[in-house]
Nanobody
């Protein structure tokens, strides 16, 4: 059994910053890819950023230059530093990890509003 625990969501004003964290625990083999997805109301879930075990990253065009994904392999934890937040970043953010299987977190709400 694998558990993903997300933290760090909340309400922030436009231009502000938040840092999300997701810790994986349980019977998990080496995690190959850790990623963050988001789903805004009425929209499909989309990839925000991903990072491989070796540290290679990829980002959605909409967040490039504003968001930074990182991971601590020893702690099986992935982070998402979000800067210069915009109202359109408002969504539920989901942690996703891929090892021998794929796992999803329950999501954490990020609201960007004045």
């Amino acid at each position: 059994q694998v558990q993903l625990v997300e933290s760090g969501g909340g309400l922030v004003q436009p231009g502000g910053s938040l840092r999300l964290a997701c810790a994986a625990s349980g019977s998990i083999f080496r995690i190959n890819v850790m990623a963050w997805y988001r789903q805004a109301p009425g929209k499909q879930r989309e990839l925000v950023a991903g990072i491989t075990f070796g540290g290679s990253t990829n980002y959605a065009d909409s967040v490039k230059g504003r968001f930074t994904i990182s991971r601590d392999n020893a702690k099986n934890t992935v982070y998402l530093q979000m800067n210069s937040l915009k109202p359109e970043d408002t969504a539920v953010y989901y942690c996703n990890v891929v090892s021998n299987m794929q796992y999803w977190g329950k999501g954490t709400l990020v609201t960007v509003s004045s």
